[in-house]
């Protein structure tokens, strides 16, 4: 698990069954001091997030786990919204 | 599993409900010398007594994860498994 900044918003049109209801967020991941730690990805929004929302997310496996039905190819996927990092 | 330092705490409402109740932790891998390497990440706590400044043992392995909390459907890989006395490192 991570953080993550949502940067923006993928529309997607065209896409592989199980994946037709869900929603695509552009996130960049960050360290604690939510500094930019590597490239932006795509992750399935499991939790309402909109852009400029502070994130957690799940990656690999565990990340499809988190959508419904969970037997999807997703490898991230936003799974809560921070209200705090107390660090 | 790796040895990480406990940095602090996140605090979440909205979030996937295998979160619920369970405490969110910041943490940084460390080397043997216990100095920071590479970048920080969270993991869920298993222990309820992993503080901050606490050197944890986390698995970062999803099976083992779910096993310990005991939930088929987690999507956690994250988990703290042990909060670490002390690391003897010999020199051979």
């Not at chain 1, 960050?30 to 795509?42: C, F, I, Y």
């Amino acid at each position: 698990m991570y953080l993550g900044k949502v940067i923006g918003t993928v529309v997607c049109t065209k896409r592989v069954t199980g994946l037709e209801g869900a929603r695509f967020l552009l996130v960049q991941p960050l360290d604690h001091h939510q500094k930019p730690v590597g490239p932006p990805e795509v992750a399935v929004d499991r939790a309402s997030a909109s852009p400029g929302t502070l994130v957690f997310l799940e990656g690999s496996r565990e990340a499809a786990l988190a959508c419904d039905p969970w037997f999807v190819p997703v490898d991230s996927a936003i799974v809560g919204i921070v209200d705090e990092v107390d660090v | 599993m790796n040895l990480c330092r406990v940095l602090g705490t996140v605090v979440a409402t909205e979030k996937h409900p295998a979160f619920h109740a369970r405490k969110i932790l910041v943490v940084q891998p460390l080397d043997e010398k216990l100095s920071p390497i590479g970048t920080s990440f969270l993991a869920v706590d298993n222990t309820s007594s992993a503080g901050k400044g606490d050197v944890v043992l986390v698995l970062h392995e999803g099976n083992g994860a779910r096993q310990v909390l005991g939930d088929k459907q987690a999507p956690i890989r994250n988990v703290v498994m042990g909060v670490v006395d002390r690391i003897d490192v010999g020199s051979r």
